[in-house]
């Protein structure tokens, strides 16, 4: 019998492996372009900055660790997502990270807005 500890851990080492193959911006960029359905490696290749070299290897690790899947048809290979939960999780990871940058945004503008006050009022900038 499998201990529940023994599978948690099996988790966290699958997590992570999936996260590492997410970890290159190109990776993220690949696949926010399937969202909306399969595309061709011609097709990527047009919105996708990348030779055709460089995405071949990106689009291996992702299928490799089985986030996209493909299929031949000809001398034409598509691909798509092998489960679009994978773009949903990306999304709530860019939300986190949108309000993170409006959050870091407005208090470096209260930042600066204080410095500026402090200095109209004393002349010189605090610890000058």
Not at 11 to 37: A, M
Not at 53 to 60: E, T, V, Y
Request: glycine residues 4%; aromatic residues 4%.
């Amino acid at each position: 019998m499998v201990k529940t500890d023994e599978i948690e851990k099996k988790i966290y080492q699958l997590h992570s492996e999936l996260c590492r193959s997410l970890s290159h911006p190109k990776r993220l960029e690949i696949l926010n372009n399937l969202r909306d359905g399969e595309k061709s490696v011609s097709e990527l290749l047009s919105v996708v900055a990348s030779s055709k070299a460089n995405l071949s290897q990106h689009l291996a690790v992702l299928r490799e660790k089985k986030i996209i899947s493909s299929r031949r048809e000809g001398v034409n290979i598509f691909y798509h997502l092998a489960n679009p939960k994978m773009i949903k999780a990306c999304d709530i990871i860019r939300e986190v990270l949108f309000e993170e940058l409006v959050e870091n945004s407005r208090m470096s503008a209260l930042m600066k807005d204080s410095l500026a006050e402090d200095f109209q009022k004393s002349g010189k900038l605090k610890g000058s």
